[in-house]
């Protein structure tokens, strides 16, 4: 069995037929994860210094001469990184004192860094998949983003304790702003909430609980959801990035939820993290720091706001993506300035950050071209082989090449 | 700002976007995807904007060029749009004073017309520009 490492399920179910040396015929793959396998042959990126195409080794070099000679160096991504890849970068950022950070600095790492710490319940997808029998996916849709998600784990499945899969054994609850494919499949478990409303929300589900009446529109329905996750024997919180912006950082209110629905029975909550080692990354800068993101490490360790990409762009003077592209993510008027830094973009395919980079190096495709290890979006580790040869490097080889000559 | 339709535009990603992403965002599939609006059937009537076709969106950031695509739910006054770069080019990028960055959740204004959906090498020129 192969992996797929097209979204942070890493699904491990996946049958390849090598034909001659390529891939062939594939089983299991999701309509991403097929896209994500087919996208090896095309699109790929090229090694270049100043838009001109240059060896892989002196697009190397030329990356180590732009890190070695900033100051304040921004080393961002990772979520499209090996473990392995990832540990020598937040090596290569202490080493060159600068700062690391990545997407969850603007999505879910408050979330992820409060169950990595131990101040959010958590479980694996096993476990959802053998004993939940109330899945919440709040301002998460893991349908469309993660289309395994609700089929091997967490609504359709049969499971140790729940032999009898969605038919009887589960139920969904969906709380978004849109009737999103997940919302669909909820059907009368989706709860249709404003723009912004997830607080009012929470307000609302924790005075259920407590037997009180609730101050939302439609009270009966909402008192049935408090009565309904009061009888869960086990409850999962999945949490989309719908949840976390709608929160702005302020957590309390779904923790102290959270909190409350643990004293009554047992609730986990996982993150439906984006890229596929996005929870890595996050494990991995934490066990350095005890941080998930935004860390420099000029003059020791510190974190914060300040450090994040959103913020350092004003300040650093060289700035390094692995695997990711945060100038089609991010608002026009931060790419404009990643634009115009001296950037190094490594990564296996031609995007909007490579577009704008004064060094790329392309590396190969994890989990299809080169081995490595990562971590579920639920932590769970899962180490992989590659399954053809490749004319690239691995991410951790080239992080590595680069950190020797700098 | 001026004239046009307030709308609060929410972000989302789509299977069908993810898809065209891994096979390349300089493709017609991921444009096609991505530079879309969905909208309340009726703002569209009062827009007098038509499936498919062109939609101007503006904020005080920037403007972009995409497609309506009449919703099936009711929605008035809120716009679904692929986060992408097409949506980028409408946030602030100002970090907020909890120190949260805003991708999911802005207003524009949205008026009918507008020529063509805006291509992806139009948006990396503007990223570009002094």
Redesign the interface.
């Known amino acids: 069995m192969a992996f797929c490492t097209?979204c942070s399920l890493l699904c491990d179910d996946i049958v390849v037929d090598l034909d001659g040396g390529k891939i062939g015929k594939t089983m299991n793959l999701c309509?991403?994860g097929?896209?994500?396998y087919?996208?090896i042959s095309?699109?790929r990126l090229t090694p270049s210094v100043d838009g001109s195409e240059v060896g892989v080794e002196d697009a190397m070099m030329a990356a180590a001469e732009v890190l070695a000679g900033a100051d304040n160096p921004l080393l961002f991504g990772w979520g499209g990184s090996t473990l392995e890849a990832q540990r020598a970068g937040v090596d290569l950022a202490k080493k060159l004192g600068g700062a690391i950070d990545d997407p969850s600095s603007?999505?879910q790492g408050l979330i992820t860094e409060k169950i990595i710490a131990g101040d959010l319940p958590t479980c694996t997808l096993d476990d959802v998949r053998n004993f939940a029998d109330v899945s919440i996916y709040w301002g998460d849709?893991p349908?469309?983003?993660h289309?395994r998600h609700m089929s091997r784990f967490s609504y359709f499945p049969r499971g140790e304790k729940r032999q009898r899969g969605y038919e009887e054994d589960r139920e969904a609850i969906v709380i978004d702003?849109?009737?999103?494919?997940t919302a669909q499949i909820a059907a009368d478990g989706f709860f249709k909430i404003t723009?912004?409303g997830d607080g009012a929300f929470i307000e609302a589900l924790v005075a259920s609980l407590a037997g009180k009446i609730p101050k939302v529109e439609d009270k009966k329905r909402m008192l049935n959801l408090g009565t309904k996750l009061r009888k869960a024997k086990f409850g999962a919180i999945f949490t989309g990035?719908?949840l976390a912006?709608?929160l702005?950082?302020?957590l309390s209110g779904f923790v102290s939820l959270v909190g409350k629905l643990s004293e009554i029975t047992r609730f986990s909550v996982i993150p439906t993290l984006g890229d596929y080692n996005t929870r890595g990354f996050n494990q991995t800068l934490f066990d350095e720091t005890g941080h998930v993101n935004s860390v420099t490490f000029k003059d020791g360790v510190r974190h914060g706001?300040e450090f994040?990409i959103?913020?350092l762009l004003d300040s650093c003077d060289a700035v390094m993506v692995v695997g990711s592209?945060p100038?089609?993510?991010?608002?026009?008027?931060?790419?404009?300035k990643l634009?115009k830094a001296v950037t190094v973009a490594i990564g296996s395919?031609?995007?909007?950050t490579t577009?704008?980079a004064k060094v790329s190096v392309p590396m190969a495709v994890a989990g299809i071209e080169a081995g490595g290890s990562c971590l579920r979006t639920d932590g769970v580790r899962v180490e992989f082989d590659g399954l053809v040869g490749s004319d690239h490097l691995s991410d951790v080889d080239i992080i590595k090449r680069i950190m020797e000559a700098v | 700002m001026a004239g046009g339709k307030e709308l609060t535009v929410i972000t989302f990603r789509g299977i069908f976007q993810e898809v065209e992403e891994a096979r390349g965002m300089y493709s017609d599939g991921y444009r096609d995807q991505s530079a879309v609006v969905a909208l309340d059937g009726g703002d569209m009537k009062e827009m007098g904007v038509e499936a498919g076709h062109p939609v101007h969106l503006e904020t005080a950031s920037g403007d972009v060029v995409v497609a309506a695509k009449l919703s099936e739910e009711a929605h008035p006054g809120v716009a679904f749009m692929p986060a992408s770069p097409w949506s980028a080019q409408l946030l602030s990028g100002e970090v907020g004073e909890d120190g949260f960055l805003e991708l999911k959740m802005f207003t524009v204004r949205a008026s009918s017309g507008g020529g063509r959906v805006t291509s992806i090498e139009e948006i990396e020129a503007v990223i570009r520009a002094p």
């Open positions: 097209g309509r991403k097929h896209a994500h087919s996208s095309s699109g603007y999505s849709d349908s469309s983003s289309p702003v849109r009737k999103s494919p723009p912004g990035q719908g912006h709608s702005r950082g302020d706001q994040s959103a913020r592209d100038a089609a993510a991010l608002p026009a008027a931060i790419a404009k634009a395919h031609r995007n909007m577009d704008f």
